[in-house]
């Protein structure tokens, strides 16, 4: 952490990737919350989950082929071949994650990913309510994720590795005889037979499409109201906060 007093930063501890930019006249302390390994995961994951869901849409029903087009194998190809890059770029995202649990700081480790504690449960019904503008005076102040944020992070990344593991079943069709089909002969047999894994792949893909509206609007709707620097310090690393602010997990 390093202090800001009247309006200058002592920037010599920042780390790794941090640059902290001028904050307001007061006094204020930088806090470093993400290493540039989860803020390149947050930003590689969320490139790779768009391209997934729009090519992901076009190889299942190919709306965009163009108009008189019978075919369109070579459309397909390469629907298909993004399709696959991006998940080969999501998968690696999520070893970094899994990695990050156990190497991150008290942010990024794996009890930061997990409301356990009744006291975590009490504030997540404080967090909807602040997001419901019922009692916005209330409202929990966390310097990493809320409770809220914790559930809903942890569900999302669950969604994830689901998709990665149907995914990877029905890649594996295109080789009866191949590793990749022995490894995931389980994921049909448990889900009752292939229709219902892209079954499965595809409504989960629908998980994605409101997370995504929802997580943008609140992480702008939080450095617009709370003036807090969430959006900011996925780039940055971390955010000024008041010196007399208090917080749950600061």
Do not use: C
């Amino acid at each position: 952490m390093t202090e800001q007093v009247g309006g200058t930063v002592d920037t010599a501890r920042a780390r790794g990737l941090a640059h902290p930019a001028d904050a307001p006249v007061g006094h204020y302390r930088w806090v470093y919350l993400w290493h540039w390994p989860i803020r390149a995961m947050h930003w590689v994951a969320a490139i790779s989950i768009v391209l997934l869901i729009f090519t992901g849409f076009a190889i299942g029903r190919p709306y965009y082929l163009p108009a008189g087009q019978v075919t369109g194998e070579f459309f397909i190809g390469w629907m298909r071949l993004i399709h696959f890059i991006a998940a080969g770029a999501l998968v690696a995202t999520v070893i970094v994650r899994v990695y990050w649990l156990f190497a991150g700081n008290r942010y990024e480790r794996f009890a930061a990913l997990l409301p356990v504690r009744p006291s975590d449960w009490v504030n997540m019904f404080k967090q909807i309510k602040y997001y419901l503008m019922i009692r916005p005076e209330r409202a929990p102040r966390y310097l990493g994720h809320n409770p809220l944020q914790q559930l809903s992070y942890t569900l999302i990344y669950l969604v994830a590795i689901v998709m990665i593991v149907t995914g990877f079943a029905m890649y594996g069709q295109a080789n009866p005889g191949g590793l990749i089909r022995g490894a995931t002969l389980w994921v049909p047999q448990l889900l009752g037979g292939m229709q219902n894994v892209r079954l499965v792949h595809h409504v989960l893909t629908w998980a994605f499409l409101i997370f995504i509206p929802i997580h943008v609007y609140l992480s702008i709707r939080a450095d617009v109201i709370e003036r807090g620097g969430t959006m900011s310090s996925i780039i940055t690393g971390g955010r000024f906060v008041r010196s007399d602010e208090e917080f749950i997990d600061g």
